[in-house]
């Protein structure tokens, strides 16, 4: 009788726990329903505000890279390349003004400006004194300073609208 007594109270506990911790269904579908809608929300929000910044940087990265292709020699920029005659009109965007700054620290521990070179909306090569202002990308790239002395430097590429 005893294991009778204690299947019965199995049977009472099974039963009263079915209740506890589940959820409606209707209850459960409006909250997955509401999180959907403000993940589509804020991604909206998001996508209204972000293209306009990310297809500036991506020309900027894309030209970048174009550039650093074109004027490095096995992954080394050697000291002594002329970045004007390096870059054609190919490597850079149509219809925008581009400025090629290379540096590096030199042998007294100081920044080192090695090239600038500028560009016109055509490719042409144009005098620059400054950096403009516009979209940047800059990225680490070794230089060459002399036969067997390589040191880190930085390859910075402005893309901008005007001169």
């Known amino acids: 009788m005893s294991s009778?007594?204690?299947?019965?109270?199995?049977?009472?506990?099974?039963?009263q726990s079915?209740?506890?911790?589940?959820?409606?269904p209707?209850?459960?579908?409006?909250?997955?329903s509401l999180f959907c809608l403000a993940v589509s929300v804020y991604a909206t929000v998001v996508m209204g505000v972000v293209p306009e910044l990310h297809s500036d940087r991506e020309l900027a990265e894309v030209t970048g890279e174009r550039i650093w292709e074109a004027i490095s020699e096995d992954g080394i920029y050697p000291a002594d390349a002329n970045?004007?005659?390096?870059?054609?009109?190919?490597?850079?965007?149509?219809?925008?003004?581009v400025t090629v700054n290379i540096t590096f620290l030199g042998p007294q521990g100081y920044l080192v400006e090695r090239g600038r070179a500028g560009f016109d909306?055509?490719?042409?090569?144009?005098?620059?004194?400054?950096?403009p202002d516009g979209e940047t990308?800059?990225?680490?790239?070794p230089i060459q300073y002399q036969t067997g002395d390589i040191r880190p430097g930085t390859l910075?590429?402005?893309v901008s609208d005007e001169a």
């Open 156 to 158: 910075t590429v402005v």
């Open 121 to 131: 909306d055509h490719g042409a090569v144009q005098s620059t004194m400054s950096l």
């Open 137 to 141: 990308f800059s990225r680490p790239i």
């Open 26 to 32: 209707l209850a459960a579908l409006v909250a997955v």
């Open 4 to 15: 009778e007594m204690a299947l019965s109270q199995i049977h009472k506990s099974r039963s």
């Open 83 to 97: 970045l004007s005659t390096a870059i054609g009109p190919t490597d850079l965007p149509q219809g925008q003004h």
């Open 18 to 24: 079915v209740g506890r911790g589940q959820t409606e």
